[in-house]
């Protein structure tokens, strides 16, 4: 399978900072997509992002699927942000390989 | 249902003994994922479903697990003779084919 790379790993940010993830893929991937995991477990779909650029609010993602690297831009981040990002690609009618995730804590 | 639905959400069983856990995808998703999370890990691929397909059993971890599903619709997840190392939340998604991923709440297994 293909191997998905997240950066930074952990990240802390003051309430209404900006920031930016990244997701690295070894391989060309379809069905690209960006998850939250709350504090309580719950995952959400955020994006589902094969290319370009989408928003959705405070959240917005661009893929660059030529340089196999999807990014998840975050602004005016507040505490209900805090959680785990994970994204996840698939290639051809494989399953959907999941990165390790960016854990993210939001302080007041 | 509107969402993705995983029963039970919480099980404790004893070492050695088997669980069964299920998943009601949402109607008309063809695509059906097993993944399983151990406290404070990412996301372990354990099967994936795709209409009539022959699923992709690649991880599942050893020969206690198997799951299936029936009539492209309901599966269950079967553990036998569980260990301790069993012990996780169990991660049900569905989506329509090459679409968004959905997940239920997930199933969290304990064995003692």
């Known amino acids: 399978g293909i191997q998905v790379e997240q950066s930074p790993p952990d990240l802390i940010l003051q309430e209404g900072a900006n920031s930016t993830l990244r997701c690295n893929f070894s391989?060309?991937?379809?069905?690209l997509q960006w998850f939250h995991q709350n504090p309580w477990g719950q995952l959400i779909n955020l994006f589902y992002i094969p290319s370009g650029t989408k928003q959705n609010g405070r959240l917005s993602a661009t893929t660059v699927a030529t340089e196999r690297y999807s990014l998840l831009y975050i602004s005016s981040s507040q505490t209900t942000d805090s959680g785990v990002y994970f994204c996840?690609?698939?290639?051809?009618?494989?399953?959907?390989?999941f990165g390790t995730g960016t854990r993210l804590t939001v302080i007041p | 249902g509107a969402g993705v639905s995983q029963s039970p959400s919480n099980k404790v069983t004893e070492k050695g003994k088997d669980v069964e856990l299920r998943c009601d995808p949402i109607?008309?998703?063809?695509?059906l994922y097993w993944y399983r999370q151990s406290l404070g890990q990412g996301l372990e691929f354990l099967i994936y479903?795709?209409?009539?397909?022959?699923?992709?059993k690649s991880g599942l971890p050893s020969d206690r697990f198997s799951a299936e599903r029936t009539g492209g619709s309901v599966s269950t997840l079967t553990i036998q003779r569980t260990q301790q190392e069993d012990s996780a939340v169990y991660l049900c998604a569905s989506s329509l084919f090459f679409g968004e991923l959905f997940f239920g709440e997930g199933s969290r297994l304990t064995v003692l």
């Open positions: 109607s008309g998703h063809t695509a």
């Open positions: 391989d060309s991937v379809n069905n």
């Open positions: 479903f795709q209409g009539n397909s022959a699923p992709d």
């Open positions: 996840a690609g698939q290639t051809g009618a494989n399953n959907l390989f």
